[in-house]
């Protein structure tokens, strides 16, 4: 499982508050991503890093940001959180830009 | 945008028996195509990717740019193949992946 770890695996929250979730990796893997999965769409990209302290945004990266302070850790942050932010999240990583290996996912409920 | 579809969210196929899982893509350069899957309370994980060429567990896919097409074959399915697969692509100027929706693989006995 590549060393990649989600934190928290689930979660529920109210309208209007923020969440950050996080996804550690020990490979030292130089890319990481964030993805959110729904129902009919797969896994849609957020955002991702292939650096420390550089992110992108990927396809649908409103009302989320990123940080990558540290090679191990990527932080999906939701700034006030909306129903329409229910899904599951998953991180990924990989140290070449084909590569990638997925975490076990975070349940996110938006109440 | 770069679109992927899959037009199947669900195919059964008995044991045995061949099995093709259809992709199509839009992006209009040179794209990267990758197939993973997703196995029961297991994480998604890379099934093959179209560059390498390999054969993975039995699976092969052939890259057609006239059909704008990766489909994912199997001649003889196995029960364990049942999963669900997503076709990917990555363009080549950046780390931008499009999945497609899924399909529900279900081989039944």
């Known amino acids: 499982d590549a060393g990649i770890t989600q934190s928290p695996r689930h979660k529920v929250t109210e309208t209007g508050t923020p969440v950050t979730l996080r996804c550690h990796q020990t490979?030292?893997?130089?890319?990481m991503y964030w993805y959110r999965q729904d129902p009919g769409h797969g896994l849609r990209l957020i955002h991702y890093?292939?650096?420390?302290?550089?992110?992108d945004k990927g396809e649908v990266s409103d009302g989320y940001s990123v940080s990558r302070s540290k090679t191990e850790d990527f932080l999906l942050t939701l700034e006030s959180a909306t129903s329409s932010q229910t899904s599951v999240y998953f991180c990924?990583?990989?140290?070449?830009?084909?590569?990638?290996?997925f975490g076990p996912g975070t349940r996110l409920t938006v109440t | 945008a770069q679109r992927v579809t899959q037009p199947e969210k669900l195919l059964s196929v008995f044991k045995g028996a061949p099995v093709e899982l259809k992709c199509n893509y839009s992006?209009?350069?040179?794209?990267?195509l990758f197939w993973y899957v997703q196995y029961s309370r297991q994480r998604l994980q890379l099934l093959l990717r179209?560059?390498s060429r390999e054969s993975i567990k039995g699976f092969t896919a052939d890259l057609n740019k006239g059909e704008t097409s990766f489909h994912l074959k199997k001649p003889f399915a196995q029960e364990e193949d049942s999963a669900m697969y997503y076709c990917?692509?990555?363009?080549?100027?950046?780390?931008?992946?499009?999945f497609g929706p899924g399909t529900r693989l279900s081989v039944l006995p």
């Open positions: 990924a990583s990989g140290e070449v830009s084909y590569e990638q290996y």
């Open positions: 490979e030292n893997h130089r890319y």
């Open positions: 890093s292939y650096g420390v302290k550089d992110t």
């Open positions: 992006y209009s350069g040179s794209p990267e």
């Open positions: 179209h560059i």
């Open positions: 990917a692509q990555r363009d080549n100027y950046g780390q931008n992946f499009v």
